[in-house]
């Protein structure tokens, strides 16, 4: 059998490869973001065929590790990383919600929610800080690191998936967020689990500035998805949409972005997919940004295929509150390959979406509301049709999001008309008034 392997590479195609315990995040030729580059030719020594039936047979097994959905794709991850240095939560393997109700409403009855909140820490975030965790400890078993920190800028959900990770091998962590940006369930995550939290007077783009002076000086292992490793995690969300439709492609696939690696890691699983012949074609995307934050939409509606960095204003969306997105370079390249196009929303938009979407059995964060938000103008406009069959990524649990969803129905979202919101009947214990509020529920 071929020995397969991953390198370190230049996305934009210098010369010169380094191993993945390298603790490296840019070119050094160009300064240029790096990916990971996967011998393609020796993972064609076994057919399509032969790689469903070994994904199929892994899947969410008890058998260590494949009872996480990333590592029941080692090969096409990190194929030469050692069992006794995987770091992993079980994460992955997430249930494709069939939004049935919500379907027919809006006249698309094959849609579909990608639950990657329901994971570990309750947010995507799980699938990629598994394979850098584990990377990070396989580097320091050879030796070949010597910064034991980890670090990561965060809107939230990183900075919880990073301590989580952390603490599960015993490795210090630092997390830099922007004060008062989080909600509370996001930062007693970090908290909790023995992280030191920064809560820096800045937005996002300011963590992430200081995060890489931190690097630059080598007191830190850089944890945000400028780190490739993110995004091979990242991509595993792709091979499982694909295998819970029996190996078949979606139609569309609608996307909650702000710093953009989750658009480049779509595009990097459904790529060597077809390149292996597990599908025939790529499903088109839609990168769905809040109205606040929209770089990439901005870019798209000029024409140009650079994003230029804005300043993002505060969202409701926060997680996606990014005004200078580190991997809007693969994004576009994805959106290109993809057929894509992008679209956004406003804050009543995502925050009408979040109700209508609960009221379908659905529990949804505001980033889920921007995706849904934005698959409902695309079905107005009659881009995607009634016979599509869509999937919407759905990032985060809408657990971690409390205050926004109790502010929507009390009406305390500033600038909200909030014309879904459901306020609880406060009345006495009166037997006779309670059943009559209830017969009429049914009139």
Same mark, same amino acid.
Not at 56 to 80: L, N, Y
Not at 99 to 122: V, Y
Not at 282 to 300: D, G, K
């Given at each position: 059998? @071929?020995?397969?392997?991953?390198?370190?590479?230049?996305?934009?195609?210098? @010369?010169?490869?380094?191993?993945?315990? #390298?603790?490296?995040?840019?070119?050094?030729?160009?300064?240029?973001?790096?990916?990971?580059?996967?011998?393609?030719?020796?993972?064609?020594?076994?057919?399509?065929?032969?790689?469903?039936? &070994?994904?199929?047979?892994?899947?969410?097994?008890?058998?260590?590790?494949?009872?996480?959905?990333?590592?029941?794709?080692?090969?096409?991850?990190? %194929?030469?990383? =050692?069992?006794?240095? +995987? !770091?992993?939560? /079980?994460?992955?393997?997430?249930?494709?919600?069939?939004?049935?109700?919500?379907?027919?409403?809006?006249?698309?009855?094959?849609?579909?929610?990608?639950?990657?909140?329901?994971?570990?820490?309750?947010?995507?975030?799980?699938?990629?800080? *598994? !394979?850098?965790?584990?990377?990070?400890?396989?580097? &320091?078993?050879?030796?070949?690191?010597?910064?034991? $920190?980890?670090?990561?800028?965060?809107?939230?959900?990183?900075?919880?998936?990073?301590?989580?990770?952390?603490?599960?091998?015993?490795?210090?962590?630092?997390?830099?967020? =922007?004060?008062?940006?989080?909600?509370?369930?996001?930062?007693?995550?970090?908290?909790?689990?023995?992280?030191? !939290?920064?809560?820096?007077? *800045?937005?996002?783009?300011?963590?992430?500035? $200081?995060?890489?002076?931190?690097?630059?000086?080598?007191?830190?292992?850089?944890?945000?998805?400028?780190?490739?490793?993110?995004?091979?995690?990242?991509?595993?969300?792709?091979?499982?949409?694909? #295998? #819970?439709?029996?190996?078949?492609? =979606?139609?569309?696939?609608?996307?909650?972005?702000?710093?953009?690696?989750?658009?480049?890691?779509?595009?990097?699983?459904?790529?060597?997919?077809?390149?292996?012949?597990?599908?025939?074609?790529?499903?088109?995307?839609?990168?769905?940004?809040?109205?606040?934050?929209?770089?990439?939409?901005?870019?798209?509606?000029?024409?140009?295929?650079?994003?230029?960095?804005?300043?993002?204003?505060?969202?409701?969306?926060?997680?996606? #509150?990014?005004?200078? =997105?580190?991997?809007? %370079?693969?994004?576009?390249?994805?959106?290109?390959?993809?057929? /894509?196009?992008?679209?956004?929303?406003?804050?009543?938009?995502?925050?009408?979406?979040?109700?209508?979407?609960?009221?379908?059995?659905?529990?949804?964060?505001?980033?889920?509301?921007?995706?849904?938000?934005?698959?409902?103008? &695309?079905?107005?406009?009659?881009? +995607?049709?009634?016979?599509?069959?869509?999937?919407?990524?759905?990032?985060?649990?809408?657990?971690?999001?409390?205050?926004?969803?109790?502010?929507?129905?009390?009406?305390?979202?500033?600038?909200?008309?909030?014309?879904?919101?459901?306020?609880?009947?406060?009345?006495?214990?009166? $037997?006779?008034?309670?059943?009559?509020?209830?017969?009429?529920?049914?009139?």
């Amino acid at each position: 059998m @071929a020995r397969y392997r991953a390198v370190f590479r230049c996305f934009s195609g210098c @010369a010169g490869e380094y191993p993945l315990t #390298q603790p490296i995040y840019r070119c050094p030729s160009c300064d240029g973001l790096l990916e990971v580059a996967h011998d393609i030719e020796a993972l064609r020594d076994r057919s399509a065929a032969a790689w469903m039936k &070994l994904f199929d047979e892994r899947w969410m097994r008890t058998q260590w590790p494949f009872g996480s959905g990333v590592w029941g794709k080692r090969e096409w991850v990190a %194929p030469e990383m =050692p069992d006794d240095c +995987i !770091v992993s939560t /079980g994460e992955g393997g997430s249930n494709m919600f069939w939004a049935d109700r919500l379907g027919r409403e809006i006249g698309l009855p094959d849609l579909w929610l990608k639950l990657c909140g329901n994971s570990h820490t309750g947010s995507f975030k799980d699938l990629g800080m *598994t !394979v850098l965790v584990s990377v990070v400890r396989q580097a &320091l078993k050879e030796g070949a690191l010597s910064a034991r $920190v980890l670090c990561c800028a965060s809107t939230g959900d990183t900075s919880a998936s990073l301590a989580a990770y952390g603490a599960a091998t015993g490795l210090p962590v630092a997390v830099l967020l =922007p004060r008062g940006m989080v909600s509370s369930a996001q930062l007693v995550q970090p908290l909790a689990h023995g992280a030191k !939290v920064f809560a820096l007077e *800045t937005d996002f783009d300011g963590c992430m500035t $200081v995060v890489k002076e931190l690097a630059r000086r080598g007191l830190v292992y850089v944890a945000n998805s400028m780190n490739p490793l993110r995004i091979e995690g990242q991509k595993t969300v792709s091979l499982e949409i694909v #295998q #819970q439709f029996d190996w078949e492609s =979606p139609d569309w696939i609608i996307l909650p972005s702000g710093n953009l690696g989750n658009a480049a890691a779509l595009y990097a699983g459904f790529k060597t997919m077809r390149d292996l012949g597990l599908v025939a074609r790529m499903p088109r995307l839609c990168i769905a940004q809040a109205e606040h934050a929209n770089p990439v939409y901005r870019a798209f509606a000029a024409g140009k295929d650079v994003v230029e960095p804005i300043r993002a204003e505060p969202t409701l969306a926060s997680a996606i #509150q990014i005004g200078n =997105p580190v991997s809007a %370079p693969r994004a576009m390249v994805a959106l290109h390959a993809m057929n /894509g196009v992008v679209e956004q929303a406003t804050e009543e938009e995502l925050a009408d979406a979040c109700a209508r979407a609960d009221r379908t059995g659905l529990y949804t964060c505001p980033h889920t509301g921007v995706a849904l938000a934005c698959l409902f103008k &695309l079905r107005e406009r009659g881009l +995607i049709e009634p016979g599509h069959r869509v999937v919407v990524v759905s990032t985060a649990n809408g657990l971690k999001f409390t205050e926004f969803k109790l502010a929507y129905h009390e009406r305390r979202l500033p600038g909200i008309d909030a014309r879904r919101a459901n306020q609880p009947v406060i009345m006495e214990p009166d $037997v006779e008034r309670v059943a009559a509020a209830i017969a009429a529920m049914g009139a």
